[in-house]
Every structure is written in structure tokens, then in C-alpha cells.
């Protein structure tokens, strides 16, 4: 008998696709099922699949269901066949078990009401105390949703199938009748020699160490299979030790836990990596060779900063969606005063600093002398500290708009946000991070040296004389970014 701890709709199609092989597959060996070729029985009679709904006609009762089941497997009386084995064994002088021998004289009885398979079944399941009355459903009194489920589980093992493949037979019911109905298919297994491929959720101990063997799976991909003893060994040598006073069943889930935050440590180095490869791309189009100290390519400097904000700005989108996810449950949590407000929000932003500062210190470290900003270290570092705080600023942007508006849809819309939130669009980090670095590049000293053209009074409102302003603040004047004395 073989459990299948994996939860979500994988499993569920895995266990069903087993079961239900599609007629368009290609077999290229050849594939036999007890020494017959799959085209010399029925392969579909040879398995059963348990669904974890529960689907029975109302009116029927309980012995009506399972004695129509055992008569379309199968399961009728066969005096005739009987008799012939019984001459069978007479002739090869065959002696048969008297316990078999008394069985199958039993289930060839005609003319009984009920089979003694229906019996057997009703009485290991637990279901003879209900066998006469009607299953019910919401608007019909009848049987428990527990006697439901062990009614499922019967209408298919009442027949020969000696293949079953169950789907979470055991939800919706208590510890004991789950223990209860796991011994009968393992008592079932092991005497029919049967295959029972059984998918639990969060098994009790005692359930699960009814089990031969175990398949862990984990987002479509096996992680373990073998026999249910071995399992904590495996693991531990994959470097998930199980830790004392806590069981082999509940050890699975958190192993799984560990894998996941694995996966998640490689996505943070692939955003790492994506960043690495922007920025090089950067440094490729604004290259310092190709770019000189003067008005035209100020444009390009300008160009530069202004994509390395979108680069960063954009990057705190995500924060949008993932807060959306998350408030119902914040707002749960906080109606039943688990925490106040600032304790959600504080921890938030906090724990996005090593973010913000691994990445705008990747970004300036890997594009700003190759571009060819100012050369003087300190600028290097304004323009950091201005990027770092730029991305922190729109992370906390983001989850700002999230607990505003609620919903994707309204967040992502300028159509959507109400008349008094217009003011927000001048508080974006957009706008002053693309000031602070245009400062901080246009008013090094080698921006100084370079002639600007002198502007026409009656041409443009923005005049500056550059005999009483600075060269690299009239370029700033001249992008139309109006600065105080610093």
C-alpha cells in the first residue's frame, strides 16, 4: 500500500491520469498485466478510481448501492462455475483451504437477497448499522458525511478490482474512522494482493504507519519513493534531520517548507542576476568613449539617470500585488487585535532595506564610472545614497497605493483613483530622485567649463545669465528643473 503526501491540484490530476490513461498515448514496448496483453482484457475493470466527493444517488440505501456496484464488477453468484472448479480439484486431486473453499461456497449461493462480499464490505467499513438507510442529501435526511465517505470508498473495493488509486479518502472525517478505514484497505491489500496508491492529508501518526510505502511529491516532481521506513534516513542524509518530539508525518510538510525557502533564496539571486545584466546593457548604450563634456551629450547623461530611476522604480511593482494579497488577512488578524497596524508596517519596510541597498549599490558600483559621471567619490556615493533612497521610497510608494485601493485593478489606473488623491502624482519618488541626481551630476566642476548658449528674454521665460549662476545649474534650468541655492 503506497501514500501520496502531496496537497493541491498536481497530485489530484497525477493520481487521476494513472488511473485514466488516455487512448492517444503512444506505448512503443510491450506491456502485459499478469502475463495477458492490454488487448486481451478490459484494462479499465483492473482499476479503480476514489474521488474525494462523495456522489450517490439519495434515495438508495447503503446495501442497494453497494449491491449494484458488486454486480456491475462482477461480484454475482456463479453456482456453475463453482461446481466446475470444484470437479477441477477432484480430478488433479487438488485439496483447497477450507477457509477459501467455504468463501467461495458462500458468495455462489443463489437466491440470497444480499451477497456475503456486500456483507463483508458493510461490516469492515462500519456501515451495517446504517446498511438500510437512504444516503441522503441537503434537502434528505440520511447517513453522516463520514458514512458518506466510507461509502465512497466501498462502492469500488466491493468489486475485484485489484488496482485502486485514492484521492483524500479521509476528508470530512474524524481521526478514529480514518484510522479505521486506512486498516480495512490495508487488511485488503495484503490479503488480495492489491495495489492501493492513497493520497492523505496531514495523515494522524497512527494512519500513516499503516503504509508500506511513501511518495512525497512537490510541485509535480518526486521527491521521495520508497519504503516508509527509510524515509527519515533519506532525508537526513539530503541534510533534513527530523527534529525530536515531532512526528515522521508532520515532519514531511516542513522539510517541503525548507525546499521551498530554497527556491526562494534562487529567486532573489536571479533578480540579482537580471539586474547585473540591465546594468551592463546600460553601460554598453551610454558608454564614456562615446560621450563628451558638452550640451548635446548632457542629454545623454540625463537619459542615463533618468533610466536607472525607472529601473529601480519599476522594481518595487511587485510590492503592489504581493500587499493586495495580503490584507485580508492582515485586516483578520487585526480585527481580532493580534497586532496593531504599525506592527505589520514598520517590520515591512525594514526588512526591504538590505534589498534597496544590495541593489543600488549594484547598480551605481557597476554603471557609474563606465558611463562616466563625475569622477569625485563623493558624488559616487550621493548618487547611492539618492538610488537607495529612491527604491525604498518606492517600495513603501507601492504598499501605500496597495492599503489605499485595495484591489489590482483600481491601483494600476490613473482613471480609477479618486479627485483628492491628484495631489499624490507631485509626491512621487520619481520626480525628486531625478532632481537630486541631475544636481548631483550637473553640479560637479567639470560641468563648469562648458559654453551654454545664451537665452532670449523675449524667447523663453527660463533666462538665465550665466554670469550669476552656475554653468551645470542653468543645464538643469535648461530641462526645466528649477533649483534653490545649495
Not at 438500510?132 to 442529501?137: A, E, F, N, Q, S
Not at 513603501?396 to 488623491?421: G, N
Request: with cysteine; glycine share 6%; charged share 20%.
Amino acid at each position: 500500500m503506497v501514500q501520496n503526501l502531496q496537497q493541491g491540484l498536481n497530485k489530484r490530476l497525477g493520481v487521476q491520469s494513472i488511473r485514466e490513461m488516455k487512448k492517444s498515448y503512444v506505448i512503443a514496448e510491450k506491456i502485459s498485466h499478469n502475463g495477458y496483453k492490454l488487448e486481451e482484457f478490459v484494462p479499465q475493470k483492473t482499476s479503480a478510481y476514489i474521488s474525494q466527493y462523495d456522489q450517490h444517488i439519495p434515495k438508495m440505501t447503503v446495501r442497494e448501492i453497494l449491491d449494484f456496484s458488486a454486480c456491475c464488477q462482477g461480484v454475482v453468484s456463479r453456482a456453475d462455475v463453482m461446481v466446475e472448479v470444484s470437479k477441477r480439484e477432484k480430478e488433479a486431486g487438488i485439496v483447497p483451504d477450507p477457509d477459501i473453499d467455504t468463501y467461495m461456497k458462500a458468495i455462489s449461493v443463489k437466491g440470497l437477497k444480499g451477497t456475503l462480499q456486500t456483507d463483508y464490505i458493510l461490516k469492515i467499513l462500519g456501515l451495517d448499522i446504517c446498511a438500510d438507510t437512504p444516503v441522503g442529501d441537503a434537502t434528505r435526511r440520511g447517513i453522516s458525511s463520514g458514512q458518506k465517505r466510507r461509502l465512497t470508498t466501498g462502492e469500488m473495493i466491493v468489486g475485484p478490482t485489484k488496482a485502486l488509486f485514492m484521492d483524500e479518502i479521509t476528508n470530512g472525517v474524524d481521526s478514529s474512522t480514518a484510522f479505521q478505514i486506512v486498516t480495512c484497505i490495508q487488511q485488503l491489500v495484503h490479503i488480495t494482493d492489491a495495489t492501493a496508491l492513497v493520497s492523505l492529508l496531514q495523515p494522524a501518526p497512527e494512519t500513516f504507519d499503516l503504509f508500506d510505502d511513501l511518495i512525497l511529491m512537490s510541485e509535480g516532481k518526486i521527491m521521495y519513493h520508497g519504503p516508509r521506513d527509510h524515509v527519515l534516513e533519506f532525508f537526513e542524509d539530503c541534510g533534513f534531520r527530523c527534529p525530536e518530539r515531532k512526528g515522521v508525518a508532520e515532519f514531511y510538510p516542513r522539510g517541503k517548507l525548507s525546499l521551498g525557502k530554497i527556491k526562494h533564496s534562487t529567486g532573489v539571486t536571479w533578480k540579482y542576476l537580471t539586474l547585473f545584466i540591465i546594468a551592463c546593457i546600460t553601460m554598453t548604450v551610454f558608454l564614456r568613449t562615446r560621450m563628451d563634456i558638452d550640451v548635446l551629450h548632457a542629454n545623454y547623461y540625463m537619459g542615463s539617470l533618468f533610466y536607472a530611476l525607472v529601473i529601480l522604480l519599476v522594481d518595487g511593482f511587485p510590492e503592489l500585488s504581493m500587499t493586495i494579497q495580503r490584507l485580508e488577512v492582515f485586516y483578520k488578524q487585526k480585527a481580532f487585535c493580534f497586532y496593531p497596524a504599525w506592527a505589520y508596517a514598520i517590520p515591512a519596510s525594514l526588512l526591504k532595506v538590505p534589498l534597496s541597498f544590495v541593489e543600488s549599490l549594484v547598480w551605481t558600483a557597476l554603471t557609474y564610472y563606465v558611463i562616466g559621471y563625475s569622477p569625485e567619490a563623493e558624488r559616487f556615493f550621493c548618487q547611492f545614497i539618492l538610488l537607495f533612497v529612491v527604491h525604498l521610497s518606492s517600495l513603501s510608494m507601492f504598499r501605500f497605493l496597495a492599503s489605499v485601493f485595495q484591489t489590482i485593478t483600481s491601483s494600476m489606473t490613473a482613471a480609477s483613483m479618486p479627485f483628492w488623491l491628484k495631489w499624490g502624482f507631485w509626491v512621487s519618488p520619481l520626480t525628486y530622485g531625478e532632481i537630486g541626481l541631475s544636481l548631483n551630476e550637473f553640479l560637479a566642476p567639470r560641468w563648469q567649463k562648458v559654453s551654454l548658449p545664451l537665452h532670449n528674454k523675449k524667447s523663453t521665460p527660463f533666462y538665465a545669465d550665466t554670469t550669476a549662476n552656475e554653468q551645470g545649474e542653468e543645464l538643469v534650468i535648461l530641462w526645466l528643473l528649477q533649483t534653490d541655492q545649495h
